[in-house]
């Protein structure tokens, strides 16, 4: 079996989740193949736009080497729907009680955003320990994953928003950060092209990224 199983083995399957938005719903499948072909397997297709269900679907019957997550959850029942269009795993900016429920029940792993100490202590209360720090940058970035390590250091986190491939190497370099979130894999403008030979440009320097130390 080629599918990661929980959410740790999601986050230390590359070093780069990239965060997509389908806008053409005929571009879903050839991303996809694009950035698996340069190494990136583990793909976050966003809620925020209303072809995000019909690309996880398409993408989880065409490319099932990809490990096809569903991200930008706010609601419950985008839970049983990401579930039954294919997604293996959920991504949210935020948690909530709802949320919580509804990971539980639907059995999809989820993977939690928090940005204060206070929403983290409260995610691990609810048995999560894999954390999505969002948005990263305005949440104070390095310095502030470095502070979350000393009181929370059986934690780790997917540090997303703001972070580009040139300061990746850095946040990777934190003992406590397992992958980062980004958009810089699938520019609009080289999507909007059908460049998908430089999509897979992309997801190879991606793939290939190391911890800058």
Same mark, same amino acid.
């Given at each position: 079996?080629?599918?990661?199983?929980?959410?740790?083995?999601?986050?230390?399957?590359?070093?780069?989740?990239?965060?997509?938005?389908?806008?053409?719903?005929?571009?879903?499948?050839?991303?996809?193949?694009?950035?698996?072909?340069?190494?990136?397997?583990?793909?976050?297709? *966003?809620?925020?736009? /209303?072809?995000? &269900? %019909?690309? #996880?679907? @398409?993408?989880?019957? @065409? /490319? +099932?080497? @990809?490990?096809?997550?569903?991200?930008?959850?706010?609601?419950?029942?985008?839970?049983?729907?990401?579930?039954?269009?294919?997604?293996?795993?959920?991504?949210?900016?935020?948690?909530? %009680?709802?949320? #919580?429920?509804?990971?539980?029940?639907?059995?999809?792993?989820?993977?939690?955003?928090?940005? *204060?100490?206070?929403?983290?202590?409260?995610?691990?209360? %609810?048995?999560?320990?894999?954390?999505?720090?969002?948005? @990263?940058?305005?949440?104070?970035?390095?310095?502030?994953?470095?502070?979350?390590?000393?009181?929370?250091?059986?934690? =780790?986190?997917? +540090?997303?928003?703001?972070?580009?491939?040139?300061?990746?190497?850095?946040?990777?370099? =934190? +003992?406590?950060?397992? =992958?980062?979130?980004?958009?810089? &894999? *699938?520019?609009?403008? /080289?999507?909007?092209?059908?460049?998908?030979?430089?999509?897979?440009? &992309?997801?190879?320097?991606?793939?290939?990224?190391?911890?800058?130390?």
């Amino acid at each position: 079996m080629n599918k990661a199983e929980t959410m740790q083995d999601i986050m230390r399957s590359s070093p780069v989740m990239p965060v997509i938005v389908i806008d053409q719903i005929e571009q879903a499948v050839p991303l996809a193949r694009a950035l698996v072909a340069g190494g990136i397997r583990v793909l976050e297709i *966003t809620l925020r736009s /209303v072809h995000g &269900l %019909a690309a #996880i679907r @398409a993408i989880a019957s @065409a /490319v +099932p080497e @990809a490990i096809v997550g569903v991200g930008t959850l706010t609601r419950p029942e985008e839970f049983w729907q990401a579930r039954d269009a294919g997604a293996t795993f959920g991504v949210s900016p935020g948690l909530s %009680a709802a949320l #919580i429920s509804a990971a539980k029940d639907s059995g999809l792993p989820l993977l939690p955003g928090v940005m *204060t100490p206070s929403e983290v202590m409260a995610a691990r209360e %609810a048995g999560f320990l894999q954390l999505k720090l969002f948005p @990263a940058i305005a949440a104070g970035g390095i310095n502030m994953l470095k502070a979350l390590g000393g009181p929370f250091p059986e934690l =780790c986190f997917c +540090p997303t928003g703001g972070i580009s491939q040139q300061t990746a190497p850095e946040f990777l370099a =934190c +003992p406590n950060v397992a =992958c980062v979130g980004g958009s810089w &894999l *699938t520019p609009k403008a /080289v999507m909007d092209q059908e460049d998908w030979a430089g999509i897979t440009a &992309l997801a190879y320097a991606a793939a290939n990224l190391s911890a800058e130390i």
